[in-house]
Each structure stands twice: as C-alpha cells, then as structure tokens.
C-alpha cells in the first residue's frame, strides 16, 4: 500500500472494422503509450485488431496515443482508489525518473532528456495546485448539489514513426542573385504552420529576413519520396532538411 506501480499485465482489444486499414498501426501506438509517463518494474502489454460488422475507420490526430494514456490513467485512478490513496499522489510517486531502470519504457527505450518530474513540480507550483485543491476538498465538505474537482495529468508522447526508414526528408534550397531564397521542402501545409517554421529555420541560418525567404507548395518533382506529414514530425522532420540544405549552400558562398 505504498503507491508504488508493481506490475501490470495489460490486453488490449481494438475495433478493427470489416477491413484492416491502419487499425494494425494504431493499435501499435496505444501499446506504446499505455505506460504514460509512469514505471512500472514488470509490465506486459498485449494487442488485438478485431474484425467486427462496422465500417472501417483511418488514422485520427493522437493515432492511438490517448487510447493507451486514457487506459493508463483509469489504472492510475482505479488502483489509487483501491489501495485508499490519493490518485495524484499515486501518480507522482511513479514517474519516471532519474536515470537507467527508472527511466526506461516497457519497451527497452530510455526517455531521453526527460523533464517530466521539473515539469510536473513546476506546473503544480505555477498553478497553485495545492491550495486550489485544498479550497476545493473545503467547499465541497460544505455539502450541496455542485461539486469541483481538481487534477494534474502527464503526458508522455512520442513523435516519428515507428517504421524507421520513413523518418526522412528532404529540400531544395535556391538562392537568386537579388538575394531571395526560395524553398520546397516535403511537408505538407494543413493550418498546423509548417511553411512558417520553415521560412524561419530558412531565414535564422541563412541570416536574411524572412521576407526574403519564399515558400513553395510542396511538389514531387522537386522534392521525390517523401514520408507523409505525420506522427508529429512534419517540423523535426522537413525543419532538419531545410536547415542542411541552407548549411550547405552558407557553406558554398562563404569567402
């Protein structure tokens, strides 16, 4: 009655529709996400895409991310409640941390660069968590027909894909003699802001202003085989081309 995450042996079932699609990949990413941004010592997940009656779906922003997390946090809540703990504290205890076991994910990868714990400390203080959540357990002690609630959530998600050797990308850089930069790169704008974030990697290492920086559509028979703009990687992705091709050509043009 610790707090502390023992084990967890974990199956999960997905509705897979008539015909196959992306459920297969999906599903991958609810696995990979169903620890969240907690340790557990031993943990066991297992998968399976169900042929069901229904129409089939595709891919949807999250791709099976917040499947796994929303699994994740109802275990978080569910073994909390019954061990008579508070589910936030459960939850601080089993971030990872550190280094080496500890910060290492069901699936043999450690987290690199892992903020969780400054970050989680950091929103509760900004936040007032505490004294927020104590005013709250206050009011609702009062009785009445309204009660509130207050809570913290981490969040661990991964970016790129799984299938490697789609964790590509490529650009073309042109310099013109008036000293514009025209650049095609292989995203693909959707509202997210692709095209600014490039003319600004474009435009910090060339060291021009951005509005000598023109941005073209994205076009095969400028920029070949491209990977789709997705899993969270159209900016890492596209941004580290561009920012090698504008290299090479500083590289070239300087005396």
Not at 15 to 20: E, F, P, Q, R, V
Not at 24 to 31: H, N, T
Not at 171 to 190: C, F, K, P, R, W
């Amino acid at each position: 009655r610790s707090g502390d995450l023992r084990a967890l042996d974990l199956e999960l079932y997905a509705d897979g529709g008539w015909s196959l699609d992306l459920s297969d990949a999906v599903l991958g990413r609810a696995m990979f996400h169903s620890d969240n941004g907690y340790f557990f010592p031993a943990m066991r997940v297992r998968g399976q895409v169900l042929k069901t009656h229904k129409t089939s779906q595709t891919a949807f922003r999250g791709f099976g991310g917040p499947q796994g997390v929303a699994v994740a946090e109802e275990i978080i809540d569910c073994a909390a409640r019954a061990i008579g703990m508070d589910p936030h504290d459960v939850r601080t205890r089993n971030l990872y941390r550190g280094s080496g076991e500890t910060n290492t994910t069901h699936y043999g990868q450690e987290i690199g660069d892992n903020r969780l714990v400054t970050i989680w400390e950091g929103v509760q203080e900004s936040g007032e968590f505490i004294s927020r959540r104590e005013a709250i357990r206050t009011a609702n002690a009062r009785g009445g027909g309204i009660r509130r609630g207050i809570a913290v959530t981490p969040v661990k998600f991964g970016i790129s894909f799984t299938t490697t050797f789609l964790n590509q990308a490529g650009a073309l850089v042109l310099i013109y003699s008036d000293g514009s930069v025209q650049v095609n790169h292989g995203g693909t704008e959707m509202g997210q802001g692709l095209q600014v974030k490039m003319a600004q990697v474009a435009a910090e290492v060339l060291g021009v202003r951005m509005t000598s920086i023109r941005m073209m559509p994205t076009r095969t028979d400028k920029v070949p085989n491209t990977s789709a703009t997705a899993a969270s990687s159209g900016s890492d992705l596209n941004g580290g081309a561009v920012r090698d091709a504008c290299l090479t050509l500083r590289g070239r043009l300087a005396p």
